[in-house]
Nanobody, 114 residues
Framework: QVQLVESGGGLVQVGGSLRLSCAASGSIFSISDMGWYRQAPGKQRELVAFITMTQGTAYADSVKGRFTISRDNSKNTLYLQMNSLKPEDTAVYYC????????WGQGTQVTVSS
């Protein structure tokens, strides 16, 4: 069983930055592919950024150049550095992991005010 707990969300002004963290329990974090998803009100959940267990990364076009995903396997923690935030980045952000199944965190709210 893997548990994921996000933190770091909050209210920020346009152009500001936030760093999300996702702490993972269990021993399979380092061999799991991990990602950040987000869901805005009335919209479907979408993939924001992805990082493989070998540190390969991919990003949604809407966040390329502004967001950076990273992981620290020694701390079982996933990060999402978000810069130059826009109102359209407002959403609940979810941490996701995949190895022997799919694992989700409870989500953290990010609100960007204009």
């Amino acid at each position: 069983q893997v548990q994921l707990v996000e933190s770091g969300g909050g209210l920020v002004q346009v152009g500001g930055s936030l760093r999300l963290s996702c702490a993972a329990s269990g021993s399979i974090f380092s061999i799991s592919d991990m990602g950040w998803y987000r869901q805005a009100p009335g919209k479907q959940r979408e993939l924001v950024a992805f990082i493989t267990m070998t540190q390969g990364t991919a990003y949604a076009d809407s966040v390329k150049g502004r967001f950076t995903i990273s992981r620290d396997n020694s701390k079982n923690t996933l990060y999402l550095q978000m810069n130059s935030l826009k109102p359209e980045d407002t959403a609940v952000y979810y941490c996701h992991g995949h190895r022997y199944g799919d694992y989700w965190g409870q989500g953290t709210q990010v609100t960007v005010s204009s």
